[in-house]
């Protein structure tokens, strides 16, 4: 026979869904008392319905469905669960049918409440927010903190005025990106903060060259684990250091600030900085665009796929945040 608290969690899934569609909607049943969830699901969910009557945008349908990673408890009285909600939005855009998904993982505790159950914490696993920099030795932070222009090694791609230019393969950056977002390739290690890690993959399925320093704070380049240390530059994996990277390199892998989001391409690159103080924090890459010409993009460590661009439904999100929009030349 079916858990009791399983009813729970379904109905908390049903009305994660309703509350996309229309936040203003009446739940029949309450059964989330988090109030600094449900204090701050309430500013996002009223961001959402803003964007949709300032975008044009007409909800038609959201699912989800839940997944259980990871019982942590599970007794009569208290249940403590990790769930993935893989939630899928349709919408209408200016006669155009969208799909966007994205997959978020929470930390659920449900307690016995008389003949019936309620979940007391929500708690978001993973987060569009985390940490500028990873620990550094004081030697390496020393170069990292040096010239901004990282160096380059001319003789990665052919040096000097001969070196032969390098194409962008954009439609190919978005197929990587597509294919990847809600999964890690194999081939590369993948980050508990991964989404830079995903994107720097994202720009070399495209062809963006490797720029290989040896050096952790400079150029752009991944070897994975070598005898077990992390080998690859800080711009491979963090936002803020791919972010100094595009905005200062004047060779091989950069990038134009634009101005616009609509002018941004399909391979494209969004850095945000959620509090407004100059430390880039999370990584997006373009891979399509609504019937408005407005940017789309994927994400990782919160999977997200052709997600409106300026991320307000985000629990990151707040009225500092700013974007860097970057521009990928066609050549490098």
Same mark, same amino acid.
């Given at each position: 026979m079916e858990k009791e608290w399983k009813q729970t969690l379904y109905t908390y899934v049903n009305q994660h869904n309703q509350c996309h569609i229309d936040y203003r909607s009446e739940l029949v049943e309450q059964i989330v008392t988090d109030m600094n969830y449900l204090m701050d699901r309430s500013k996002m969910l009223k961001r959402i319905d803003q964007g949709y009557e300032k975008r044009g945008v007409k909800p038609l349908r959201s699912e989800t469905r839940a997944k259980i990673l990871r019982m942590i408890l599970d007794s009569e009285q208290e249940v403590v669960a990790d769930v993935q909600l893989h939630g899928q939005l349709l919408y209408v855009k200016g006669g155009a049918t969208h799909r966007e998904d994205s997959i978020q993982h929470q930390r659920l505790t449900m307690i016995r409440d008389g003949d019936a159950w309620a979940v007391v914490s929500i708690e978001q696993l993973t987060t569009e927010r985390h940490s500028v920099l990873p620990k550094i030795t004081h030697?390496? #932070? @020393?170069?990292?903190?040096?010239?901004?222009?990282?160096?380059?090694?001319?003789?990665?791609?052919?040096?000097?005025?001969?070196?032969?230019?390098?194409?962008?393969? #954009? @439609?190919?950056?978005?197929?990587?990106?597509?294919?990847?977002w809600d999964s890690d390739n194999p081939e590369f290690t993948s980050f508990a903060v991964n989404c830079t890690n995903y994107i720097s993959q994202c720009l070399f399925a495209g062809g963006a060259p490797i720029h290989y320093t040896g050096k952790r704070a400079s150029g752009w380049w991944y070897k994975g684990y070598v005898n077990e240390k992390e080998w690859w530059s800080y711009s491979w994996a963090v936002s803020n250091s791919l972010e100094r990277l595009l905005t200062s390199s004047t060779w091989g892998l950069r990038a134009d600030v634009v101005e616009r989001p609509e002018q941004l391409s399909l391979g494209d690159v969004i850095i945000y900085d959620w509090d407004g103080d100059g430390s880039y924090q999370h990584s997006t890459i373009v891979t399509a665009f609504d019937a408005g010409g407005m940017p789309l993009v994927n994400a990782n460590t919160v999977s997200s796929k052709h997600r409106y661009w300026d991320y307000k439904d985000s629990y990151a999100w707040n009225e500092n945040t700013r974007y860097q929009l970057l521009h990928i030349p066609d050549v490098f």
């Amino acid at each position: 026979m079916e858990k009791e608290w399983k009813q729970t969690l379904y109905t908390y899934v049903n009305q994660h869904n309703q509350c996309h569609i229309d936040y203003r909607s009446e739940l029949v049943e309450q059964i989330v008392t988090d109030m600094n969830y449900l204090m701050d699901r309430s500013k996002m969910l009223k961001r959402i319905d803003q964007g949709y009557e300032k975008r044009g945008v007409k909800p038609l349908r959201s699912e989800t469905r839940a997944k259980i990673l990871r019982m942590i408890l599970d007794s009569e009285q208290e249940v403590v669960a990790d769930v993935q909600l893989h939630g899928q939005l349709l919408y209408v855009k200016g006669g155009a049918t969208h799909r966007e998904d994205s997959i978020q993982h929470q930390r659920l505790t449900m307690i016995r409440d008389g003949d019936a159950w309620a979940v007391v914490s929500i708690e978001q696993l993973t987060t569009e927010r985390h940490s500028v920099l990873p620990k550094i030795t004081h030697k390496e #932070r @020393e170069v990292y903190s040096g010239e901004p222009e990282p160096y380059l090694n001319s003789y990665v791609l052919g040096g000097g005025a001969g070196r032969r230019p390098t194409k962008y393969h #954009r @439609e190919e950056a978005v197929a990587y990106a597509d294919r990847w977002w809600d999964s890690d390739n194999p081939e590369f290690t993948s980050f508990a903060v991964n989404c830079t890690n995903y994107i720097s993959q994202c720009l070399f399925a495209g062809g963006a060259p490797i720029h290989y320093t040896g050096k952790r704070a400079s150029g752009w380049w991944y070897k994975g684990y070598v005898n077990e240390k992390e080998w690859w530059s800080y711009s491979w994996a963090v936002s803020n250091s791919l972010e100094r990277l595009l905005t200062s390199s004047t060779w091989g892998l950069r990038a134009d600030v634009v101005e616009r989001p609509e002018q941004l391409s399909l391979g494209d690159v969004i850095i945000y900085d959620w509090d407004g103080d100059g430390s880039y924090q999370h990584s997006t890459i373009v891979t399509a665009f609504d019937a408005g010409g407005m940017p789309l993009v994927n994400a990782n460590t919160v999977s997200s796929k052709h997600r409106y661009w300026d991320y307000k439904d985000s629990y990151a999100w707040n009225e500092n945040t700013r974007y860097q929009l970057l521009h990928i030349p066609d050549v490098f």
